[in-house]
């Protein structure tokens, strides 16, 4: 049985790969949960040539939900720890989209998402010492348009930025209540923003962003900076020392004004709920 284990999703590609090296290399077991195997098992096979069987993959797509029930049973029956829930997984859609449970994609996957994940594995990093929770967040929360009676972008046209930095948003609104509701616990909770950086993001988004987004690679900070500051929150006494913050560049942010509204936050949190008890 591993000593310290950790699970990064959306782990194949991107911030979330370079956190499965960055939290490998300081000797945690790690499950990179990828969508598919497809392209998870190229993803797995590079961190196993560097950290051997201590990363291994598990598979979740979670624009079905339920998929994340299936993750926790097999998680389960082999782990009886989790220190650290790094919810990275995330993407931008470049048309409206749905869930299988009929979410707005964007809402579903990089809020309910997280949601999910760490409603789901909650007893167990309860009842790990010491265990942390970092949601990868984003910047563009400053571009959100969010509307707290219409989470799922019913009846508006449809915009790619918008209800991406919504999503983005609602990642900072859910780690500050999330805090609140563990005090007690010794659970930490942050998230943070990890820099624009040359990744895979953008690849399913439509028109001018599919057109302009690959332009600006060149002047994209690598994967392997992005994750220091997921790195260090997971890790370090310094974020150790409070819980419930926005980051970037391992220093605590304000966010702007949406993120750092408390009563938004606990209405988002109580909407989530209604929504996925529907
Ligand atoms: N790149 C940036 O500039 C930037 C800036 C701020 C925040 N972020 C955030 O950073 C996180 C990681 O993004 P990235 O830039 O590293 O992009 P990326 O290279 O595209 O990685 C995204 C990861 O999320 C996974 N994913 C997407 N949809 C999923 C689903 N339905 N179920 C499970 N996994 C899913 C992807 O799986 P596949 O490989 O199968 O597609 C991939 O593993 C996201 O939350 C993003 O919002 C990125």
Redo the contacts with the bound molecule.
Sequence with gaps: MADRVCIV????????FELCRGMAAEGFHVVMV???AE?GQPALEKLQAEFGDSVEMML????DLTNIEKLHAEFTAKFDRLDVLLN????MWGKRERTTQGHEMTFG??HL?YFVMTETFLPLLKSTPNSRIVN?????HKVSWLKLDNLNWENRRYSQWRTYANS?LCNILFTRVLAQKLEGTGIITHCF?????R???G?GSSGLMRLFWPAFRPF?IG?KRAAKTGVHLALSEDAGSTTGEYWSSSKRRRGNRHARNHDNAEQLWELTEGMLDE
């Design positions: 999703t959306g782990g194949n590609s991107g911030i979330g990828s969508r598919g392209r979740c797509d979670m624009s990275n997984a995330g993407a996957v990089n998402g990868t967040a984003s910047e563009a983005k923003h990890p820099g624009v950086v990744t895979r993001f690849s994209m994967s």
